[in-house]
C-alpha cells in the first residue's frame, strides 16, 4: 500500500512519524529514511529511537544542535540546515544518492513493514532522484510493504496509483504570529 502526505501545511513529517510510532508499538519493523534533513534535535528522533524506529537521516546537520538539545539556546531559523536550489551542493547529490540506494536495499531485503521517505517529493523536485527510475520502483515496491512519501508538491503520477493522499493545508499557524518554533511542538 501506498500512502502520501502533500501540501503547504505543516504536519506531513509529524505524521508519518505518528503512524510510525503506531506501527511500532503493534511490533511491525519501521524505517525512516530522510531525504535532504540532517540528524538534528527534533524530538521526534528522540522518540523513534526509544521505540526501535530505524531513521536514517541525509541532509545537512543543524550546527547548533547539541546547544539546542541541552536547552542552551532554541532554533533561530538559521537555514543552515536547509537545501535550497540555489544553494544545493554535490554533498548533498551525494546525500540523496546514499539515500536512494538505502531505499532501494530496503525494499529489497524484504524485512520491513513500513517505510518512510521522509521529503522525498522536495528530493524529485530538486532533480537528486531519477524520476522515472523512481515511479517504477515505487510501483513494485509498494505491493511488498507499507511506504508512506512526505512533502510538498507530490508528483500526480504518485497520487494516481496511491491508495491514501492526504493534502495538508496551512489554515493559519502561530509562525504567522510570532515566527518560531517551538520545543516539544514544532520540533
Keep these: 500500500m501506498l500512502q502520501v502526505y502533500t501540501g503547504e501545511g505543516k504536519g506531513k513529517s509529524t505524521a508519518a512519524f505518528g503512524l510510525a510510532m ?14 535532504l534533513k ?5 524530538g521526534e528522533l528522540r522518540s ?26 532554541e532554533c533561530d531559523e538559521c537555514a543552515e540546515c536547509w537545501v535550497s536550489p540555489e544553494g544545493l551542493t554535490e554533498n548533498d547529490r551525494k546525500k540523496a544518492t546514499m539515500a536512494w540506494q538505502l531505499t532501494q536495499n530496503t525494499v529489497r531485503e524484504g524485512s520491513i513493514h513500513l517505510l518512510i521517505l521522509d521529503e ?15 515511479l517504477k520502483w515505487l510501483e513494485n515496491a509498494s505491493r511488498s510493504m507499507e511506504i508512506v512519501l512526505t512533502g510538498r508538491n507530490a508528483l500526480p503520477e504518485v497520487i ?18 510570532n515566527g518560531h518554533p517551538r520545543r516539544g511542538i514544532e520540533y
Excluded: W
Design 22 to 35: 503506531r506501527a511500532a508499538g503493534h511490533g511491525c519493523r519501521v524505517r525512516i529514511i530522510q531525504f
Design 38 to 42: 540532517g540528524n538534528t534535535f527534533a
Design 48 to 73: 523513534a529511537k526509544k521505540l526501535g524506529i530505524e531513521v536514517f537521516s541525509f541532509g545537512r546537520s543543524c550546527p547548533h544542535a547539541t546547544l539546542i538539545k541541552g536547552g542552551f539556546m
Design 120 to 134: 522525498v517529493f522536495a528530493a524529485l523536485e530538486l532533480e537528486l532522484l531519477p524520476y522515472e527510475d523512481f
Design 160 to 177: 494516481a496509483i496511491a491508495h491514501l493522499v492526504s493534502r495538508i493545508e496551512k489554515v493559519k499557524h502561530p509562525f504567522d504570529i
